[in-house]
Nanobody
Framework: QVQLMESGGGLVQPGGSLRHSCAAS????????MAWYRQGPGNQRELVAT???????NYLDFVQGRFTISRDSARNTVYLQMNSLKPEDTAVYYC????????????????WGQGTRVTVSS
């Protein structure tokens, strides 16, 4: 089985910064794309940023220029650096990984972290 364990999050004032990390563990062959999602109060879960196995990134327009996604493939870990935080960024943040479990199959399985809460408030 595969587990994604998140850390980071917390309470921060507007304009502040936070960093999330998410580490994959368990038995698998490789990890393809990794991503961060968020779900704000009363909202649906939305995609924040993605990063491919080759390092190509993509961002939600609202976080472009403020958030940076990165990964350490050797550690099976993805990061989300969040700068210039706004109250609208308040949400539970989830990491996601597309995992290839077996070397003989290209099937990718989607796994989620447990979620970490970010509150941006003065």
């Amino acid at each position: 089985q595969v587990q994604l364990m998140e850390s980071g999050g917390g309470l921060v004032q507007p304009g502040g910064s936070l960093r999330h990390s998410c580490a994959a563990s368990g038995t698998f062959f490789s990890i393809n794309a990794m991503a961060w999602y968020r779900q704000g109060p009363g909202n649906q879960r939305e995609l924040v940023a993605t990063i491919t196995s080759g390092g190509r990134t993509n961002y939600l327009d609202f976080v472009q220029g403020r958030f940076t996604i990165s990964r350490d493939s050797a550690r099976n870990t993805v990061y989300l650096q969040m700068n210039s935080l706004k109250p609208e960024d308040t949400a539970v943040y989830y990491c996601n990984a597309a995992v290839v479990r077996f070397s003989w199959s290209r099937t990718r399985y989607s796994y989620w972290g447990q979620g970490t809460r970010v509150t941006v408030s003065s």
